[in-house]
T-cell receptor, first 116, second 114 residues
Framework: DTGVSQDPRHKITKRGQNVTFRCDPISEHNRLYWYRQTLGQGPEFLTYFQNEAQLEKSRLLSDRFSAERPKGSFSTLEIQRTEQGDSAMYLC??????????????FGPGTRLTVL | GDSVTQMEGPVTLSEEAFLTINCTYTATGYPSLFWYVQYPGEGLQLLLKATKADDKGSNKGFEATYRKETTSFHLEKGSVQVSDSAVYFCALSDRVQGAQKLVFGQGTRLTINP
């Protein structure tokens, strides 16, 4: 257990529905990342928060995706009008603020999304 | 853009065998390098890391050396155990301010038979 929790662990939805995932990072970690992992592949970066500010978004993050981190604590990732291609494991990672050198990113267990 | 290429899997070995999983990278800057492991049913865990050329990361009997001249970060273990069965991911992170996003390889599934 890394101390990062994600909810739900599994989500099955029908195409066209909206889904929302939650990530609770390690307390006092001010950096939070979302990644997506499809079957047989490594995780791919989606977006990054420093405190409550979303500072970077991947081109993978279409306009159907939105992420928030109110008050710089937990984060949510919403997918609107889901498509079958959205089926994947969505991973959250938290990181303490470093001084230039990369500190370890601690990953949650992930939310597995299946779009029927 | 930056990329990581890992040895194709799956890899199957007998207990106590020597393990090498190859990893090479392409990066414009001076990245830090990582090996993450994903045990069955669990999340990604950091196994080891190296932040500059010639650094050696080590943990749980695993080692990897940051080789800038060959842009490689191969994972090795002298004697594997059944409990080492997992998926191993090589990754890099740019050493810049702001987002230190990880770029992962595709993963190598390792199975150790008793």
């Amino acid at each position: 257990d890394t101390g990062v929790s994600q909810d739900p662990r599994h989500k099955i939805t029908k195409r066209g529905q909206n889904v929302t995932f939650r990530c609770d990072p390690i307390s006092e970690h001010n950096r939070l990342y979302w990644y997506r992992q499809t079957l047989g592949q490594g995780p791919e970066f989606l977006t990054y928060f420093q405190n409550e500010a979303q500072l970077e978004k991947s081109r993978l993050l279409s306009d159907r995706f939105s992420a928030e981190r109110p008050k710089g604590s937990f984060s949510t990732l919403e997918i609107q009008r889901t498509e079958q291609g959205d089926s994947a494991m969505y991973l959250c990672a938290s990181q303490a603020r470093g001084r230039g050198r990369p500190d370890t990113q601690y990953f949650g267990p992930g939310t597995r999304l299946t779009v029927l | 853009g930056d990329s990581v290429t890992q040895m194709e899997g799956p890899v199957t070995l007998s207990e106590e065998a020597f393990l090498t999983i190859n990893c090479t990278y392409t990066a414009t800057g001076y990245p830090s390098l990582f090996w993450y492991v994903q045990y069955p049913g669990e999340g990604l865990q950091l196994l080891l890391k190296a932040t500059k050329a010639d650094d050696k990361g080590s943990n749980k009997g695993f080692e990897a050396t940051y080789r800038k001249e060959t842009t490689s970060f191969h994972l090795e273990k002298g004697s594997v155990q059944v409990s080492d069965s997992a998926v191993y991911f090589c990754a890099l992170s740019d050493r810049v301010q702001g987002a230190q996003k990880l770029v992962f390889g595709q993963g190598t599934r390792l199975t150790i038979n008793p």
